[in-house]
């Protein structure tokens, strides 16, 4: 009797960027694609736990190193989407939002 074959699945777990309200967020990003972007020789900026409205006048991608925001997009009413540490995130130019920060940001920035 043949023995049966046995196959290895190898799944790579991928990480999936979603859009809300209008702008995308991918969620703990390998390290491979951040250092592919050269995350790290992006300026960087840092805000205290405050709530402030903000217009992007180009489009920005950010990574936060530290911090906890919810932001409310202009025309959406109450809804949010959260973004914390660990997040890599994709505003388009023109997008009017409040930031809600409630645990201080610490991230890096790309205008472009």
């Known amino acids: 009797m043949a023995s049966p074959k046995c196959q290895i699945v190898r799944v790579r777990a991928q990480t999936m960027a979603t859009e809300k309200l209008g702008f995308t967020v991918e ?3 390998p390290e491979s694609k951040l250092i592919e972007l ?3 020789e992006w300026p960087r900026w840092g805000c205290a736990t405050s709530k402030f409205p903000w217009t992007f006048s180009t489009k920005e991608t950010c990574y936060l190193l530290e911090g906890k925001v919810k932001v409310y997009v202009e025309g959406h009413g109450d809804e949010y989407v959260e973004i914390e ?3 890599l995130v994709v505003f ?3 997008m ?4 809600d920060v409630s645990v201080a940001v610490d991230k890096h920035y790309k205008l472009h």
């Open 27 to 29: 969620k703990n990003p």
């Open 38 to 40: 050269g995350v790290n």
């Open 85 to 87: 540490a660990g997040d």
């Open 92 to 94: 388009p130019k023109g």
């Open 96 to 99: 009017t939002v409040t930031w």
